[in-house]
């Protein structure tokens, strides 16, 4: 890893991503819409919002950055340019981590957006400490953009990095107990659910909702979160190709 090339590559990320108003729209807004359509669904039942609303918080940023960063990379190879980059002094770890500081910028604004208006405007109501919420869901956004880089890898067409949401993201959305509570699954679930990320995202937020102060489980909660993150960068250096076959 070279910092500088690193850092060079996420300004140019980021430098795109300033001309490109649709996906800062898709990062920054979509995120904030969802979680105030999700308000009036519960419109009159605040308790189920707060219930809900906070797992969504982080669940929603999510998502977005899986879809974005997974898209972004593979055209990256396919129209050549990561090819070109790789024939530089440029490693596979340095683009990575240069796209994972550029979205982890986004990941910050993005996080702080919902993070405000959920709790501001939308009247989430948490027992424990605010900046905490904050923390959980920036881990999320950035849990989501190093699983969109992992992905990216194993897809020859957006249209197929598009097909990966389905089959990365839906089933840790089903097990991770947002629907059911973990504890009342199969206990093949449940052993699957302890091994996806989602879970303990869901998981520290529901602490937050209900628990005040911090303690182990919601420090180990945010430990996995991150582990899983620098796996799948690590993992995505390791399977990244220079272009489509």
């Avoid at 920054?28 to 979680?35: A, D, E, G, R």
């Avoid at 009036?40 to 809900?52: C, E, I, S, T």
């Avoid at 609303?53 to 974005?68: H, K, N, R, T």
């Avoid at 999320?140 to 097909?163: C, I, K, P």
Wanted: charged content about 15%; glycine content about 8%.
């Amino acid at each position: 890893m070279n910092l500088a090339r690193t850092t060079a590559t996420a300004r140019r990320v980021l430098a795109q991503l300033r001309h490109d108003p649709r996906t800062i729209a898709l990062l920054l807004v979509v995120p904030c819409l969802l979680l105030t359509l999700l308000r009036f669904m519960y419109d009159g039942q605040p308790q189920a919002f707060d219930r809900v609303g906070a797992a969504l918080l982080g669940i929603f940023p999510l998502l977005v950055m899986f879809l974005v960063t997974s898209v972004a990379m593979l055209r990256e190879r396919t129209t050549g340019t990561l090819e070109r980059l790789l024939t530089m002094p440029l490693g596979k770890l340095d683009l990575l981590l240069g796209y994972a500081l550029a979205f982890g910028v986004v990941a910050l604004v993005q996080a702080a957006l919902a993070s405000a208006l959920t709790l501001g405007l939308l009247g989430l109501d948490v027992a424990g400490p605010t900046w905490l919420l904050f923390a959980v869901a920036l881990g999320d956004g950035l849990l989501g953009m190093a699983l969109g880089l992992l992905v990216s890898a194993f897809a020859a067409t957006e249209f197929q990095a598009v097909q990966f949401l389905p089959a990365v993201i839906l089933p840790q959305l089903l097990l991770c107990g947002l629907f059911v509570p973990r504890d009342s699954m199969a206990s093949g679930l449940r052993g699957l659910s302890d091994v996806l990320p989602l879970s303990y995202a869901v998981d520290a937020m529901s602490r937050i909702t209900t628990t005040a102060g911090t303690g182990g489980p919601l420090l180990r909660d945010l430990a996995v979160i991150a582990g899983s993150a620098l796996l799948a960068l690590a993992l995505g250096a390791a399977t990244l190709r220079r272009r489509t076959a």
